[in-house]
């Protein structure tokens, strides 16, 4: 995509991200939790409703039966199979190996964008939203916002460290939270020179807790941050980064960190040297996220524009409209409990099944 299209594709998001701020109003009350049974509206309840959404895009692939306006922004299969899918306005949809469902949390109004979806040692899924962190246990689903000390109620970022502290981001800083409260974590003062933030100059689109405990913080136009032990290093364009806006970030089995940017495309860290795939003419795409690690070791990432890379330690093999995806522009990335690898895109959710790439009903039928 060229830089007139990443930034026409900016402002379309910008402005989605603008009608949210105004059409929701800031948590107040106690955290509240409901059951499973009260939470969750039924596909046959609402289906004919969802199935007169009109669409962003025409969905070449399936949209999860039509619950899907625009496009899955992210996928996590959790510990007990169940698959989650987080939207970019269609709120939470689950299926749970029989039905699929789209949550609705009573007492909260509509959740409309989820931007990461994870889960901690005990089981608990928690959700990344629009409207603050969601947290689902099993039974019930509990909110958690400005009420409890978040600096502003939109999450775009989560991370589960190994002592099980909660990270959080948005526009306002980073924040972690120790299931009752969130405490304000403040980054340095250190700015890059001439940072041209998308969003927020001090929003953290990334966290990632390295295997020696090192935390990285992977910033909109500031570069990284590393922390650990109370110190803190800033890697940026002047000691190896190609672009100071950072996207996604990725430690692989052998503890390379896997670095992808807006537009200065992918690189590899193995902790000295960086190795900058883009720029060595390897891969195309400037901006490039969604970084995946599969079950046997490959390496799977997002090129805007340039479909899905696929990195097996020694070459890249690149996934286009020409291999079966619906669309070169991709979303997220899910590797599932069948090694099956899912590409949720503008137009559709596809899924490769190790020989080739489909639209997911051929294989998963419960996604329409």
């Known amino acids: 995509m060229t830089n007139t299209g990443i930034m026409i594709l900016f402002k379309v998001r910008n402005l989605l991200l603008v009608l949210l701020t105004f059409q929701f109003s800031a948590c107040t009350g106690q955290v509240k939790e409901k059951s499973v049974t009260d939470s969750i509206e039924k596909q046959v309840n609402t289906q004919p409703l969802i199935l ?57 109004r509509p959740l409309k964008v989820v931007y990461e979806i994870v889960e901690d040692k005990a089981g608990n899924v928690w959700f990344a939203t629009s409207t603050g962190l969601v947290k689902f246990d099993g039974e019930k689903f ?85 922390y650990k032990n109370g110190e803190f290093a800033h890697l940026t364009t002047k000691n190896g980064l190609t672009d100071n806006n950072v996207f996604d970030i990725l430690e692989d089995k052998q503890g390379n960190i896997w670095i992808g940017t807006f537009n200065g495309g992918v690189s590899k860290y193995d902790g000295k040297t960086y190795t900058n795939f883009t720029k060595e003419g390897i891969i195309e795409g400037l901006e490039t996220y969604n970084f995946c690690e599969d079950s046997k070791g490959n390496i799977w990432f997002t090129a805007e524009g340039y479909g899905v890379y696929r990195f097996d330690g020694t070459n890249f093999t690149q996934f286009t409209t020409k291999d079966g995806l619906t669309t070169n522009v991709v979303q997220s990335i899910l590797e ?12 559709g959710i596809s899924i490769y099944d190790g020989q080739k790439i489909m639209n997911a009903k051929e294989k998963e039928p419960w996604t329409k």
């Open 52 to 108: 007169k959404q009109s669409t962003t895009f025409p969905q070449i692939h399936t949209n999860l039966n039509g619950m899907v306006r625009e496009f899955v922004r992210t996928m996590y299969q959790d510990k007990k199979g169940n698959y989650w899918f987080g939207t970019n306005g269609n709120g939470i949809i689950r299926y749970d190996g029989q039905t699929l469902q789209k949550i609705s949390i009573e007492g909260l």
């Open 142 to 226: 509990a909110t958690y916002s400005t009420e409890v000390g978040l600096q502003k109620e939109e999450i775009f970022s989560i991370c589960i460290d190994k002592k099980g502290l909660i990270w959080v981001s948005n526009g306002e800083g980073v924040s972690h939270f120790d299931g009752k409260k969130f405490t304000p974590f403040i980054l340095p003062e250190t700015k890059v020179e001439n940072p041209k933030p998308m969003l927020s100059d001090k929003l953290v689109f990334q966290f990632l807790e390295d295997k020696n405990g090192t935390m990285w913080f992977v910033t909109d136009g500031n570069g990284i941050f590393k």
């Open 336 to 347: 599932d409990h069948k090694s099956q690898l899912w590409f949720g895109t503008w137009q």
